[in-house]
C-alpha cells in the first residue's frame, strides 16, 4: 500500500513518472509485473501488487475482491524499462 499526496491530482507526466517508480520496485523485488489499484477520490492510498504472471488472480494476491475497473496492470518490465527510459529523459 502506497500513499501517495495528491494522487487525485496528480499530472500526466506525475502518471507516467509514478509507473516508472512501481517498475523499479517491482525490478528490485524480482517480481516481472505490477498492478495498481487505483484509489477512489478523496482517498490516496494505491495499492501496487507485484506478481510473475499476467494470468494471476491479482484479487487473490491481495487477499480481497477488487474491482476491475481500478485496476491498472503494467506491461511486462523490459517494455516498461524501455517507456521509462524515454520518459525521464524529458
Known sequence: ML???GFNSRSAFGSRWL????????MERNFNLWTAYYPTSPD???LLIFHNNENEDVSKL??????????VPSAP???MLAF??????K
Open 84 to 89: 521509462c527510459s524515454q520518459v525521464l529523459k
Open 19 to 26: 509507473m516508472c517508480a512501481y517498475t523499479n520496485l517491482a
Open 44 to 46: 490516496e492510498n494505491l
Open 62 to 71: 491481495a487477499g480481497q475482491e477488487l474491482d476491475k475497473n481500478r485496476l
Open 77 to 79: 518490465l523490459n517494455k
Open 3 to 5: 500513499k501517495i499526496r
